[in-house]
């Protein structure tokens, strides 16, 4: 049972698996945060342009095993030297294997064959094994630590590919005021 990995786009058929299953996720993990349900989940879902996900400033890959789509996410282009993880999942059945870690190391390889030195990401006060994730492959918290998750908007990760131990270059990506939740 070999696993593939295959760059691709969000357009590709065998995404489908992936933007149906993150639309559920987002949607039902913050009902009780979104007035209108998921079509906040759906807007989310379709801010960005396929066209961003794809080389020379994007990836998209999927995780195929046996023909099914099991995981996959995507980059996209932050700044000059900043890649952006987007999209990051894998199927619920098979979380706890190590897929996820797979596809950010993958799409951290690629952000490096494409000349990023960081990446940056953002993820949910309510996903707590995203967070578990960028922890353990090395990304450091740029937000309060202090506060509670949920004041926050976003929760913002970096790395540095080139040299992780040196955190003050990810100075600039750390969350500001305007990052807080209206309490």
Do not use: C
Request: net charge neutral.
């Amino acid at each position: 049972m070999s696993t593939l990995v295959v760059d691709t786009t969000p357009l590709d058929p065998r995404s489908q698996p992936l933007l149906d299953a993150l639309l559920h996720e987002y949607a039902s993990r913050y009902e009780d945060y979104r007035k209108d349900g998921g079509a906040a989940a759906a807007q989310e879902m379709a801010r960005y342009p396929a066209d961003l996900f794809a080389p020379p400033h994007g990836a998209f890959i999927l995780l195929v095993r046996d023909g099914e789509t099991i995981g996959g996410g995507a980059f996209k282009r932050y700044d000059a030297r900043t890649a952006e993880l987007k999209r990051i999942w894998t199927r619920d059945d098979l979380r706890r294997q190590g897929l996820a870690r797979q596809v950010v190391q993958e799409l951290e390889a690629r952000a490096l064959a494409q000349g990023y030195s960081r990446i940056y990401l953002t993820t949910g006060f309510k996903q707590p094994e995203a967070w578990a994730l960028y922890e353990r492959t090395g990304y450091t918290k740029l937000f309060d630590t202090a506060l509670p998750p949920e004041v926050h908007v976003h929760l913002r990760f970096g790395k540095n590919l080139l040299a992780p131990q040196r955190l003050d270059t990810l100075d600039d990506l750390r969350a500001k005021d305007a990052d807080l939740a209206a309490r």
